[in-house]
């Protein structure tokens, strides 16, 4: 989908450049003189990324940040001609999630608004809650507790399987204490004897079909416990 950004700079010139120059490079661009210019265009058409001068007629460019800040979590690249470090960590300070001091290279503000925008869906897809968690052929469907094979067969889990398989795949690719495991499993820490989690883990291990002497999905790490050995891809 096309992504709309709000360009509000009381320089007519540089608005009409970077329309130009992001619009040749697949972006929707809307335009403001000032404070007020901007919210008309966000009240008409709301973006994807604002940038946003420093130095504007009136409101200035800090209470600007300040105000969508507050109002939302819109993406903001503040310009300005002044450069110091001050005004950087001020703008920041306000929100912005980047600034770019003037004179910059197009190409400069592409590659900060892209960078922007990347964070910005990647953010946008963590916060939506997950629905499954896929790894290795395997689909782990949090609403039914269903583990799903390659093949699309159901492989019966038990509570405890599926809690110690939801925990491993939340945190792919990290080491899980026997107490962290513990603590999902029963919500207390594991004791000097108690091998719940060990027995948990060989069962979930032969679900998998992991070859419990030589496994490859659920690995232990001696002295430490055990992890998922596999990217796990979040399906909203």
């Not at 661009?29 to 007020?36: L, Y």
């Not at 989690?197 to 002497?213: C, E, P, S």
Request: charged share 30%; glycine share 8%.
């Amino acid at each position: 989908m096309e992504k709309r950004i709000l360009v509000v700079d009381d320089d007519p010139g540089l608005r009409e450049l970077l329309r130009g120059y992001l619009g040749e490079h697949g972006y929707a661009v809307d335009v403001a003189e000032d404070g007020a210019a901007m919210r008309r265009r966000l009240a008409a058409a709301p973006p994807d990324l604002v940038i946003l001068d420093l130095m504007l007629p009136g409101e200035d460019g800090l209470a600007l940040c300040r105000a969508l800040r507050a109002e939302s979590s819109l993406p903001i690249l503040m310009l300005t001609a002044r450069g110091e470090e001050t005004d950087r960590i001020v703008g920041l300070e306000m929100g912005a999630d980047d600034y770019l001091p003037k004179p910059f290279s197009p190409r400069e503000l592409l590659a900060r608004i892209r960078s922007i925008l990347r964070r910005a869906d990647d953010s946008a897809a963590r916060a939506q809650p997950a629905r499954a968690l896929a790894f290795a052929g395997w689909t782990l469907e949090l609403g039914t507790r269903h583990l799903v094979d390659a093949a699309g067969v159901v492989v019966p889990l038990s509570n405890g399987e599926f809690k110690l398989l939801r925990a491993f795949a939340e945190n792919p690719l990290r080491v899980l204490s026997r107490d962290q495991l513990m603590d999902v499993l029963a919500g207390r820490e594991a004791g000097p004897f108690d091998r719940s989690v060990d027995v948990m883990v060989h069962r979930l291990r032969r679900r998998l079909g992991d070859d419990a002497r030589e496994p490859q999905l659920i690995k232990t790490v001696r002295s430490e416990g055990y992890l998922l050995a596999a990217d796990v891809e979040r399906r909203s």
